[in-house]
């Protein structure tokens, strides 16, 4: 469960009769706990409580009292021997009328009446595996209001499954969005008297709800229509008093759905929340899911933090801007060429979504406005910063909906803020009729024509909220002279997860520029995108990305591209979790990359909370100077070849698990043609696994087994049901996978993938009873010096900036990690010496059987002989490099960079000029 429906789940607890008796397993199944956890603990088996209520372990100690006795009751959950013993994060107790909690860990408390408990909901979201990150407290209202049009809209879609329809999902869509505004008005004094909207809902729409959607479509009439048009439009006398909004935000017709009993008090229950604390930076996306089929799963929990917004929208611009505000300090003049400056600035995000990054930029920016007009001696003046200045893309039409809308309440949230209501509402009806979110594919439209360089008459995809009409209107934007940033949170598709429509639309940016535009990561059009708008203007643009973009193959094609076009990066933040609130949801790992065309200034490489400041910035995100490193199909510095294990789909008869292995050789098959068959888990994790290992020779005395015979028949037949004709060849041979490899005497495995917590690369030694799967690499018969380079430090610190990474983890590559490794020259005495080493880190390895690899490269756990052994190969190894240990990764990279970039030179002349555009922007 998300907290939404979380939220959802405890109201309804909140409303029913209170049970004294039922109310601890309710309360725990609303935050998720299964049928059979509940169970249990009825019966007793996982209950632990001393006091008579329901106690579950490491969690929970819930106990019913007596009416006014619930302070007295929590004080004794508290001193429960019980609740201690069982680790209990929350303390709770309740008598029907009161309701007392505290977390033990924090020692944060609430108290409040039963009624008023759902209101705390975030307070006890641990509970549910999901972390009170503050801006579940600080969004509490955002969720309720998510949660409550949730049901609404449920509802009505089933009493109107034509409304669900694509045809008609348009004008579902529109009415959430009309209901949106209306609520917010009537709490904020746009409309005249708070509550007035819902409170006419109630009067005029009968109790059976027969004639709700009509009240509905009236009120939507009367907002559409100017007062002196009313009277000959019919509209009633109940419905005068709501204002023109116009904006078009009611235009295109007044039609409703029904609404059923339920329809009806769910619309009257979303209308009695508290709508002045909505938050556009976060709501927008969060109601975005209610709409949405595909992400309704994670209602509530898609949508970007408002700190994670600005580590793209600091440093890209906003941080300049408080640091001109710094400089001015109370001069009148320069405050007044900072306004200037910033009432000139577009933000333009071509991914907007709901328009989180322009909503934050929005506010920001007036914040800064407010705070000159303060220092200034002009509190009252009005901002200079239009809405329209705001641009953004949207590929789908309700998210961009709800962008022009959170920009509408957060442009009149600041009024309210920085010049007071009464001055707000002065100017906030009737809305404008300008459009400032373009509907459509952000990589097939025309940047330039959407956010121009300078002047005005901006020709845009619609005028008004909703519509997209043919001749498009222009409006009035005065920008001669002013910045433009670009920045935003493209979808993130990695090769292997590209739908044909995104290939389709990487092959429309990249097609006349590079032939390997099928290896770019659909983020990377984007750039390219931003790259050649700046061929027309100067537009310094940021976005978040994964971090694949800057690793593995991206870079020889997608950087190779942005540098010879004369892009440089101006700020980066390296890797970290971009992630969500839902359960168990792992986040995606990314990186934000800022660039821009300037070659002077200062760069900033940020990491976590620390900040560098740098002269340049590589592909890489490190501050060395490079020449891009491109993968290459045999080593350029080394002999010894790696290669991948065996490839085995469509395999699966001639793999065995470890007691169907057992099973055959006591029915006497032969143990030689049984071999281990491991990839990067089974090795690193001591897992077996085993394989068939038949030479033709070996098939007749195998079908001698009823089982294998079966195995292999199965092998055949999964190799001909396939429409792959390469694979149906296979099927001739289906006793051996597609490659016999990997069996030599000895062999280096290489694992693919390892935790980027572990100290060292976890390489290791197999033999020839041990076959690598196609999850792996090895080196066959290699010498064993080979061993000591790839267990290095100096490797690792590679493979970190070269090489892909699954998430966080390292995912070697031997094309990028081992055969473009810039090893020096080694005399016979260095690979003597590097043997010696390898030798000593397997022996070390040796003392701690049957300890595995995950066990011994724990970085809290290594042993201290294995740490050593590791510690003496580095010296050994970056002794050979620069006569002495280095001190740290930063000066690793920056030896093996340069020797690199110098050994390629000498190898290979450099080639090619900037690169001129080849695609519109």
Same mark, same amino acid.
């Given at each position: 469960?998300?907290?939404?429906?979380?939220?959802?789940?405890?109201?309804?607890?909140?409303?029913?009769?209170?049970?004294?008796?039922?109310?601890?397993?309710?309360?725990?199944?609303?935050?998720?706990?299964?049928?059979?956890?509940?169970?249990?603990?009825?019966?007793?088996?996982?209950?632990?409580?001393?006091?008579?209520?329901?106690?579950?372990?490491?969690?929970?100690?819930?106990?019913?009292?007596d009416?006014?006795?619930?302070?007295?009751?929590?004080?004794?959950?508290?001193a429960?021997?019980?609740?201690?013993?069982?680790?209990?994060?929350?303390?709770?107790?309740t008598?029907g009328?009161?309701?007392?909690?505290?977390?033990?860990?924090?020692?944060?408390?609430?108290?409040?009446?039963?009624k008023?408990?759902?209101?705390?909901?975030g307070?006890?979201?641990?509970?549910?595996?999901?972390?009170?990150?503050?801006?579940?407290?600080e969004?509490?209202?955002?969720?309720?209001?998510?949660?409550?049009?949730?049901?609404?809209?449920?509802?009505?879609l089933?009493?109107?499954?034509?409304?669900?329809?694509?045809?008609?999902r348009?004008?579902?869509?529109?009415?959430?969005?009309?209901?949106?505004?209306?609520?917010?008005?009537?709490?904020?004094?746009?409309f005249?008297?708070?509550?007035?909207?819902?409170?006419?809902l109630?009067?005029?729409?009968?109790?059976?709800?027969?004639?709700?959607?009509?009240?509905?479509?009236?009120?939507?009439?009367?907002?559409?229509?100017?007062?002196?048009?009313?009277?000959?439009?019919?509209?009633?006398?109940?419905?005068?008093?709501?204002?023109?909004?116009?904006?078009?935000?009611?235009?295109?017709?007044d039609?409703?759905?029904?609404?059923?009993?339920?329809a009806?008090?769910?619309?009257?229950?979303?209308?009695?929340?508290?709508?002045?604390k909505?938050?556009?930076?976060?709501?927008?996306?969060?109601?975005?899911?209610?709409?949405?089929?595909?992400?309704?799963?994670?209602?509530?929990?898609?949508?970007?933090?408002?700190?994670?917004?600005?580590?793209?929208?600091n440093p890209?611009?906003?941080?300049d801007?408080?640091?001109?505000?710094?400089?001015?300090?109370?001069?009148?003049?320069?405050l007044?060429?900072?306004r200037?400056?910033?009432?000139?600035?577009?933000v333009?995000?071509?991914a907007?979504g709901?328009?989180?990054?322009?909503?934050?930029?929005?506010?920001?920016?007036?914040?800064?406005?407010?705070?000159?007009?303060q220092?200034?001696?002009?509190?009252?003046?009005?901002?200079?910063?239009?809405?329209?200045?705001?641009?953004?893309?949207?590929?789908?039409?309700?998210?961009?909906?709800?962008?022009r809308?959170?920009?509408?309440?957060?442009?009149?949230?600041?009024?309210?803020?920085?010049?007071?209501?009464?001055?707000?509402?002065?100017?906030?009806l009737?809305?404008?009729?300008?459009?400032?979110?373009?509907?459509?594919?952000?990589?097939?439209?025309?940047?330039?024509?959407?956010?121009?360089?300078?002047?005005?008459?901006?020709?845009?995809?619609?005028?008004?909220f909703?519509?997209?009409?043919?001749?498009?209107a222009?409006?009035?934007?005065e920008?001669?002279?002013?910045?433009?940033?670009?920045c935003?949170?493209?979808?993130?598709?990695?090769?292997?997860?590209?739908t044909d429509?995104?290939?389709?639309?990487?092959?429309?940016?990249?097609?006349?520029?590079?032939?390997?535009?099928?290896?770019?990561?659909?983020?990377?059009?984007?750039?390219?995108?931003?790259?050649?708008?700046?061929?027309?203007?100067?537009?310094?643009?940021?976005?978040?990305?994964?971090?694949?973009?800057?690793?593995?193959?991206?870079?020889?094609?997608t950087?190779?591209?942005?540098?010879?076009?004369?892009?440089?990066?101006?700020?980066?933040?390296?890797?970290?979790?971009?992630?969500?609130?839902?359960?168990?949801?792992?986040?995606?790992?990314?990186?934000?990359?800022?660039?821009d065309?300037?070659?002077?200034?200062?760069?900033?490489?940020?990491?976590?909370?620390?900040?560098r400041?740098?002269?340049?910035i590589?592909?890489?995100?490190?501050?060395?100077?490079?020449?891009?490193?491109e993968?290459?199909?045999?080593?350029?510095?080394?002999?010894?070849?790696?290669?991948?294990?065996?490839y085995?789909?469509?395999?699966?008869?001639?793999?065995?698990?470890?007691?169907?292995?057992?099973?055959?050789?006591?029915?006497?098959?032969?143990?030689?043609?049984?071999?281990?068959?491991?990839?990067s888990?089974?090795?690193?994790?001591?897992?077996p696994?085993y394989? @068939?290992?038949?030479?033709?020779? &070996?098939v007749? $005395? #195998? !079908?001698?087994?009823?089982?294998? %015979?079966?195995?292999? =028949?199965?092998?055949?037949?999964d190799?001909?049901?396939?429409?792959?004709?390469?694979?149906?060849?296979?099927?001739?041979?289906p006793?051996q996978?597609?490659?016999r490899?990997?069996?030599?005497?000895?062999?280096?495995?290489?694992?693919?993938?390892?935790?980027?917590?572990?100290?060292?690369?976890?390489?290791g030694?197999?033999?020839?009873a041990?076959i690598?799967?196609?999850k792996?690499?090895?080196?066959?018969?290699?010498?064993?010096?080979?061993?000591?380079?790839?267990?290095?430090?100096?490797?690792?610190?590679?493979?970190?900036?070269?090489?892909?990474?699954?998430?966080?983890?390292?995912?070697?590559?031997?094309t990028?990690?081992?055969?473009?490794?810039?090893?020096?020259?080694?005399?016979?005495?260095?690979?003597?010496? @590097?043997?010696r080493?390898?030798? &000593?880190?397997? $022996? #070390? !390895?040796?003392?701690?059987?049957p %300890?595995t690899?995950? =066990?011994?490269?724990?970085?809290?756990?290594?042993?201290?002989?294995?740490?050593?052994?590791?510690?003496?190969?580095?010296?050994?190894l970056?002794?050979?490099?620069?006569?002495?240990?280095?001190?740290?990764?930063?000066?690793?990279?920056?030896?093996?960079?340069?020797?690199?970039?110098k050994?390629?030179?000498?190898?290979?002349?450099?080639?090619?000029?900037?690169?001129?555009?080849?695609?519109?922007?």
């Amino acid at each position: 469960m998300n907290a939404v429906e979380i939220e959802q789940a405890i109201t309804d607890l909140a409303e029913q009769p209170f049970d004294p008796a039922e109310f601890p397993y309710a309360f725990l199944e609303a935050f998720g706990n299964k049928a059979t956890t509940i169970k249990r603990l009825r019966a007793g088996a996982s209950n632990k409580s001393d006091l008579g209520g329901v106690l579950q372990t490491s969690n929970v100690h819930i106990l019913t009292c007596d009416v006014g006795r619930v302070t007295q009751t929590l004080a004794a959950l508290k001193a429960s021997p019980a609740t201690a013993k069982a680790k209990a994060k929350f303390i709770l107790a309740t008598d029907g009328a009161n309701f007392e909690a505290e977390d033990l860990t924090s020692g944060g408390t609430v108290a409040c009446a039963f009624k008023d408990f759902p209101d705390h909901f975030g307070f006890f979201l641990p509970l549910a595996d999901i972390s009170t990150v503050r801006q579940i407290s600080e969004n509490a209202f955002d969720i309720r209001a998510t949660s409550r049009l949730n049901r609404l809209y449920i509802e009505l879609l089933k009493d109107n499954p034509e409304w669900g329809t694509a045809e008609r999902r348009h004008d579902m869509n529109k009415l959430m969005a009309r209901l949106i505004f209306c609520f917010f008005a009537e709490d904020t004094d746009i409309f005249v008297g708070k509550g007035r909207f819902t409170d006419t809902l109630a009067q005029m729409s009968a109790r059976d709800s027969s004639n709700t959607h009509e009240v509905l479509a009236t009120l939507f009439r009367a907002m559409n229509t100017k007062r002196e048009d009313r009277t000959v439009a019919k509209i009633p006398r109940w419905a005068e008093d709501f204002p023109y909004v116009n904006g078009q935000l009611f235009s295109g017709g007044d039609e409703v759905p029904r609404f059923s009993k339920i329809a009806r008090s769910y619309l009257l229950h979303v209308g009695g929340l508290d709508w002045t604390k909505i938050n556009p930076d976060i709501f927008g996306s969060m109601i975005q899911a209610v709409a949405e089929d595909e992400e309704r799963g994670e209602l509530g929990m898609h949508y970007t933090s408002f700190p994670n917004i600005l580590k793209v929208l600091n440093p890209l611009f906003l941080d300049d801007l408080r640091e001109k505000l710094e400089e001015a300090g109370n001069n009148a003049r320069m405050l007044l060429n900072l306004r200037k400056r910033i009432a000139k600035i577009r933000v333009f995000d071509p991914a907007c979504g709901s328009g989180n990054f322009l909503v934050i930029a929005y506010k920001e920016m007036r914040a800064i406005e407010a705070e000159v007009n303060q220092r200034r001696g002009e509190p009252d003046r009005a901002s200079e910063i239009p809405v329209t200045n705001f641009r953004g893309i949207e590929l789908r039409d309700f998210p961009a909906e709800i962008a022009r809308l959170a920009l509408v309440i957060a442009e009149y949230q600041c009024d309210v803020l920085y010049r007071g209501q009464k001055l707000a509402l002065a100017e906030f009806l009737p809305l404008r009729n300008e459009n400032w979110i373009t509907c459509g594919n952000a990589l097939r439209l025309d940047w330039l024509g959407i956010c121009p360089p300078a002047g005005t008459g901006v020709k845009v995809q619609a005028d008004d909220f909703f519509e997209t009409p043919l001749d498009q209107a222009e409006i009035d934007f005065e920008n001669e002279g002013g910045e433009t940033y670009i920045c935003g949170n493209p979808p993130f598709s990695g090769t292997r997860k590209q739908t044909d429509e995104q290939k389709a639309d990487l092959e429309a940016v990249f097609a006349n520029i590079t032939s390997k535009w099928k290896n770019v990561d659909y983020v990377g059009a984007w750039l390219l995108k931003a790259a050649l708008y700046n061929q027309h203007c100067n537009a310094r643009f940021a976005f978040v990305a994964t971090n694949s973009l800057c690793q593995g193959q991206q870079v020889p094609i997608t950087w190779s591209i942005l540098g010879e076009m004369g892009c440089h990066i101006r700020f980066a933040h390296t890797s970290f979790v971009w992630s969500n609130l839902a359960k168990n949801r792992a986040g995606v790992t990314v990186i934000i990359v800022g660039l821009d065309f300037d070659e002077s200034g200062a760069r900033t490489i940020l990491t976590g909370d620390s900040r560098r400041t740098v002269t340049h910035i590589n592909p890489y995100l490190t501050e060395h100077r490079i020449k891009i490193v491109e993968a290459s199909r045999r080593p350029l510095f080394v002999e010894p070849v790696m290669d991948y294990g065996v490839y085995y789909s469509k395999s699966a008869g001639l793999i065995l698990e470890p007691p169907e292995k057992e099973a055959l050789l006591q029915e006497g098959f032969p143990a030689n043609l049984v071999k281990s068959f491991l990839g990067s888990t089974e090795f690193i994790n001591g897992e077996p696994r085993y394989c @068939l290992w038949l030479g033709d020779d &070996d098939v007749a $005395l #195998a !079908r001698r087994y009823p089982s294998v %015979a079966s195995r292999i =028949d199965a092998v055949r037949r999964d190799r001909l049901a396939t429409e792959d004709k390469a694979v149906n060849k296979l099927a001739t041979r289906p006793h051996q996978f597609r490659e016999r490899k990997g069996d030599e005497a000895t062999k280096i495995f290489v694992p693919i993938v390892s935790s980027e917590n572990r100290e060292y690369f976890p390489v290791g030694l197999a033999d020839g009873a041990v076959i690598p799967t196609n999850k792996a690499f090895y080196m066959g018969n290699s010498p064993l010096w080979c061993l000591s380079i790839l267990a290095s430090r100096l490797h690792l610190a590679w493979i970190a900036a070269i090489c892909g990474r699954l998430r966080s983890d390292f995912s070697y590559s031997n094309t990028l990690g081992w055969n473009t490794f810039p090893a020096p020259t080694l005399t016979e005495k260095n690979k003597a010496d @590097l043997t010696r080493c390898a030798e &000593d880190i397997l $022996l #070390a !390895r040796e003392h701690h059987f049957p %300890a595995t690899i995950a =066990d011994l490269y724990d970085p809290k756990n290594m042993p201290a002989d294995l740490r050593a052994a590791h510690d003496r190969n580095d010296e050994v190894l970056e002794r050979i490099y620069v006569g002495r240990r280095f001190k740290n990764d930063t000066e690793r990279l920056e030896k093996l960079f340069d020797l690199y970039t110098k050994m390629i030179a000498s190898a290979a002349p450099a080639k090619g000029k900037k690169r001129k555009a080849g695609a519109n922007a």
